[in-house]
């Protein structure tokens, strides 16, 4: 089965940092990317970064500029998303979402994982 | 960073009626790199339109999508029960996505 499945719910102080995993079964890892997005509660979707299942090559959006790191376990076919420094508007559902390395959409996304910072 | 404007910001159509959602971006956007989204809550958002006016897979025939340059339209051609969610539209340019702050299509 073809699915992207993430850790569970954690909460945090603020400062502290944050790894949230999503575990890709279904299909091969390294013919595609994966995105990281988040939704504030009632808020809109914010994409934060994507980490290529190909080369590990990574980018983000300014606003995460030195506090996003993603990496990618080829072993386990895990991606992890690490946001440091947390603040409490980083309180956010945050999704990871499978993405075509030509395609450029998400088109398989997990369930989400609730990051609670207070 | 190219913004992209939904509107409108709520939708309050009945059953069977015609939805028209727009997205417009500031500047250029590849066709091939506009999407269309919808969530409903509690739930993952699931794509529904790719390079503009594909559909994706499974997805019923009364959504179509079209556009290009800066203006995209999302249609429902007839709104069922389960059609009642937030709709956003996504575009890739510059190694960055961003998406639009949604539409929300109502029951009226």
């Known amino acids: 089965q073809v699915q992207l499945v993430q850790s569970g719910a954690e909460v945090k102080k603020p400062g502290a940092s944050v790894k949230v995993s999503c575990k890709a079964s279904?299909?091969?890892?390294?013919?595609?990317?994966i995105a990281w997005v988040r939704q504030a509660p009632g808020q809109g979707l914010e994409w934060m970064g994507c980490i290529s299942g190909y080369d590990g090559k990574t980018n983000h959006a300014q606003k995460f500029q030195g506090r996003i790191s993603m990496t990618t376990d080829t072993s386990t076919s895990t991606v992890y998303m690490e946001l440091r420094s947390l603040r409490s508007d980083d309180t956010a559902v945050y999704y990871c979402?499978?993405?075509?390395?030509?395609?450029?959409?998400?088109?398989?996304w997990g369930r989400g994982t609730l990051v609670s910072v207070s | 960073e190219i913004v992209l404007t939904q509107s409108p910001g709520t939708l309050s159509l009945s059953p069977g009626e015609r939805a028209t959602l727009s997205c417009r971006a500031s500047?250029?956007?590849?066709?091939?790199?506009l999407a269309w989204y919808q969530q409903k809550p509690g739930q993952p958002p699931r794509l529904l339109i790719y390079g503009a006016s594909f559909r994706a897979t499974d997805i019923p025939d009364r959504f179509g999508g079209s556009g290009s340059g800066t203006d995209f339209t999302l249609t429902i051609s007839r709104l069922e029960p389960e059609d009642f969610a937030v709709y956003y539209c996504q575009q890739y340019g510059s190694s960055l996505w961003t998406f639009g702050q949604g539409t929300k299509v109502e029951i009226k």
């Open positions: 979402a499978r993405v075509g390395i030509v395609v450029k959409y998400f088109d398989l």
């Open positions: 279904g299909y091969t890892i390294n013919t595609y990317a």
């Open positions: 500047q250029s956007v590849s066709s091939s790199y």
